[in-house]
């Protein structure tokens, strides 16, 4: 923590909401962090310049957002600089951004702005007064973007879902500041704040049509919540008349100590103290999830994320874990997962030329032959305009048909009694 004091971390806008929480967690650590501008054409002017044509769409997009804030912030202030870039293992070039970050620096004159990257080998560990309220700030977000999808496709006042939303995460991103440190203090804190907000959506005026097909989106964790990157998807299926069910982020911290405790187990440290600390911060990390999700209990029912185990084992006959690495594996298990729960089609946000998504692509036919016919479209983006409208028109007319014959009925919870917590449904990793 020492060589962060005195220094600013930026943290890149992948979702506002999400990077605003993670900046929220950093200050609580008593360390200076700001989110990144909003992405926009000059961010892929810029990431073009300092890219060299063969990184996907995310490189460019963080590349070209961080480099604007260099381009601003020349001299003095470049150097207290420090640029927020976790890595990741698998057949994916995001383990090389922070190397590729690091290099660009140098060659242009940065060397003083510094790259901050946890990897996914490690569990994404920081240091350890961060770490714990950056996880409760990544399940926090999750919780606010869950609540954000479940109301705009039905809210009477247009924007209205929006603009809740922006207040809620201010609230809670507050609330994560000025909160004591101290795990039991925090997470009372946390959890007023979420209720709060909870109890504004459910005030929030709606008109819920229950025929309304739900979609569930899966992806490469960047373009699928980035916006910008995927020609704001999320929000053309709803304007096409769905609700989305939009994988989360906390799904990848899951899938990382997954991947980490059968890495110990497959070098025959299963038993190492290495072992020992992945899973008992496997332990503690779900105990957050679940005491933050339990107020949820009735919102959420039928919406509750698969567990890791799970989409791990409905992935198993198409792409088992221990041959196959990375977001594809995430991707057709969580398909197969969301529908034993009712979704009524699947879209796959990629960007182009990315791995995990053409292995996903050539998997899908027979996962959909498996599912009944289950719907599943890839989109891939390269950051150039597409008109998407034929394509979205088409699937949702897909939908519309699988919606009439299958056997699974989708989460309505709004006309539900109020059902036991099943946050995430547990499981170990042992
Ligand atoms: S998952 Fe695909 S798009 Fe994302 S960083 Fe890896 S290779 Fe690039």
Redesign the pocket.
């Known amino acids: 923590m020492r060589s962060l004091e005195g220094r600013k971390i930026y943290i890149h806008a992948m979702f506002r909401g999400g990077a605003r929480l993670m900046a929220a967690a950093f200050r609580a650590a008593g360390l200076e962090a700001e989110v990144t501008g909003p992405s926009d054409a000059a961010t892929l002017e810029v990431g073009s310049r300092y890219t060299g044509g063969d990184e996907?769409?995310?490189?460019r997009i963080t590349v070209g957002d961080y480099m604007k804030v260099l381009l601003y912030a020349r001299g003095e202030e470049a150097r207290r600089i420090v640029l927020f870039m976790p890595g990741a293992d698998g057949p994916?070039?995001?383990g090389q951004y922070a190397v590729h970050l690091r290099r660009l620096l140098r060659e242009h004159g940065f060397e003083g702005t510094a790259v901050m990257s946890p990897t996914c080998a490690d569990g994404y560990q920081m240091p350890s007064a961060l770490h714990r309220t950056a996880w409760r700030a990544v399940l926090a977000s999750d919780i606010l973007l869950k609540l954000l999808l479940q109301h705009r496709p039905y809210e009477i006042a247009k924007g209205s879902a929006d603009g809740l939303y922006r207040e809620c995460v201010e609230e809670v991103a507050r609330t994560i500041e000025s909160a004591p440190l101290a795990p039991g203090p925090q997470m009372r804190a946390l959890r007023r704040a979420l209720i709060t907000c909870r109890d504004r959506f459910r005030q929030l005026p709606v008109r819920r049509e229950p025929t309304t097909p739900l979609i569930g989106v899966v992806g490469?964790i960047?373009?699928r919540l980035n916006s910008f990157s995927n020609a704001d998807l999320v929000r053309r299926l709803e304007d096409y008349g769905a609700e989305v069910w939009l994988s989360d982020v906390a799904e990848w911290v899951w899938y990382s100590h997954a991947e980490q405790l059968r890495l110990l187990r497959l070098t025959g440290r299963r038993f190492s103290r290495e072992a020992f600390a992945a899973r008992l911060r496997a332990w503690i990390q779900r105990r957050d999830e679940q005491r933050l999700l339990k107020p949820f209990a009735r919102d959420f029912a039928g919406y509750a994320e698969p567990s890791m185990k799970e989409i791990l084992e409905a992935a198993r006959p198409y792409l088992p874990q221990e041959g196959a690495i990375?977001?594809m594996v995430i991707n057709v298990g969580k398909a197969a997962c969301l529908a034993r729960r009712g979704v009524d089609g699947i879209v796959d946000i990629s960007?182009f030329t990315?791995?995990?998504g053409v292995v996903s692509e050539a998997i899908y036919p027979r996962l959909s032959r498996d599912l009944g016919g289950l719907p599943i479209r890839n989109f891939y983006f390269d950051g150039v305009e597409t008109d998407l409208d034929a394509d979205l028109g088409v699937f949702l007319e897909l939908v519309r048909s699988y919606r009439g014959r299958k056997r699974v009925p989708r989460p309505w919870p709004w006309a539900c009694p109020p059902q036991p917590s099943r946050a995430r449904l547990a499981d170990t990793y042992s």
Do not use: D
């Open positions: 996907c769409l995310p490189a994916c070039r995001f490469e960047f373009c990375g977001e960007p990315c791995m995990n």
